[in-house]
């Protein structure tokens, strides 16, 4: 059973910075692609950053050069480091795995941003 747990969430002063985590665990074959998205109220999901099984990292123009993407491959996690936070970054943030065949995510967890 693949399970993905988000944490690291919490209320931030705009300028601040936070770090999510996203544990993953039961048997997964053939990852491509391992990310966050982002849902603030009234709006559609958002990707945010992704990393592929390869290293190669993509992300959210509106993010860029402020979150870090990355792999911990020996705890089995995907931390997002987020810096220079705006109150725009307000919004539920959910990881997710993708293989070739499905796609995973976990429940999610709230970052709030306050001006």
């Known amino acids: 059973q693949v399970q993905l747990v988000e944490s690291g969430g919490g209320l931030v002063q705009a300028g601040g910075s936070l770090r999510l985590s996203c544990a993953i665990s039961?048997?997964?074959?053939?990852?491509?692609?391992m990310g966050w998205y982002r849902q603030a109220p009234g709006k559609q999901r958002e990707l945010v950053a992704t990393?592929?099984?390869?290293?190669?990292?993509n992300y959210a123009d509106s993010v860029k050069g402020r979150f870090t993407i990355s792999r911990d491959n020996a705890k089995n996690t995907v931390p997002l480091q987020m810096n220079s936070l705006e109150p725009e970054d307000t919004g539920v943030y959910y990881c997710?795995?993708?293989?070739?065949?499905?796609?995973?995510w976990g429940q999610g967890t709230q970052v709030t941003v306050s001006s």
């Open positions: 997710n795995l993708r293989t070739w065949s499905t796609s995973y």
């Open positions: 039961g048997g997964i074959f053939g990852i491509r692609t």
């Open positions: 990393i592929s099984i390869g290293g190669t990292t």
